[in-house]
């Protein structure tokens, strides 16, 4: 195995990609996301050598061919590569159901991320522990050296996950935001929000990367870096006010939405997008979920 532990998920589900770029994040994985056409699985094998492969059933079965699940059938046994698929067999009419037999894991879906977490926990153990001591590692070391480091190199390092920049490389937007983190100043639809500097370090975190749920442990440890006492009260009071100063009703909150279980996400999708979203996480079964999402 490559000495960073690497998941391919095929599938076009944004949702589940947020998902899984926050776990992956938080373990110190690397996490990408191949269309579902046989080309680019055909790329994905030759460039990426992952260590596991994600399927989602509810978002593939009518994009895959029989030669695309066969051709990751030969993948999965040529390379080695436990293949994931989310979803239950049962539910879905017209897909192949010889994958049963290839397949490692069906877990539920939506992702359940503990299910996730158990099965790679248990199919590589050894390797998985070796990963997570060295980011332990990477960990401490991360916080001697976080005090040393000036606003300059903060911005650096945000700097390369932008989603968009304007001719100002120290703005970048995400949807109806501005960020400024020269002048440390957030616009939403071209009204400034008086910020403080946590409550800036916090927003500018999470625009950053508008698909990825960030962990709780990961935004304290952004916030502070140098304190071993911060919890997640703190994170919750400050979260609570930025709310209060971006949001119409911060009690039901429109852009910085909570992920049960998980953490936190800035959502910048219009209400038609979030209505899709709560119509197919809101229907009974696979089917009906698909037939109202499309």
Sequence with gaps: MTSVFRIVLISDDQYCLGLLKG???????????????????????????????????????????????????????????????????????????KIESWVDVFLDDPLDISQLDNFLRSRFSDHLIQEKRSGERRLTNDRRLS????????????????????????????????????AKRVLLNGKSVDLTRKEFELFELLATDVDRVFMAEEIIEHL?????????????????????????????????????GFGYRLNVATPAEVKAIENFNSAPSIEQRVSRFN
């Excluded at 989603?163 to 109806?176: I, Q, V």
């Excluded at 994170?235 to 911060?250: G, I, S």
Aim: hydrophobic share 30%; with cysteine; charged share 25%.
């Design 23 to 97: 776990y992956c994040h938080a373990r110190k994985y690397e996490i990408s996301q191949v269309a579902p056409n046989t080309e680019s699985i055909n790329k994905m094998i030759e460039e990426q050598q992952p260590d596991m492969v994600i399927l989602t059933l509810h978002s593939i079965q009518n994009q895959l061919k029989t030669s695309d699940f066969e051709l990751i059938r030969k993948i999965r046994i040529k390379h080695v590569i436990p293949v994931c698929c989310l979803g239950k067999i049962n539910d879905f009419s017209g897909l192949d159901r």
């Design 147 to 182: 005090s040393s480091q000036n606003s300059d190199s903060h911005n650096k390092r945000l700097d390369d996950n932008r989603l968009s920049k304007n001719n100002n490389d120290d703005c970048f937007t995400a949807g109806p935001f501005q960020i400024d983190q020269r």
């Design 224 to 260: 502070w870096p140098a304190n071993n006492r911060a919890t997640k009260s703190d994170l919750y009071q400050y979260m609570h006010l930025l709310r209060k100063k971006t949001e119409d009703d911060p009690n039901n909150p429109q852009w910085i939405l909570t992920i049960k």
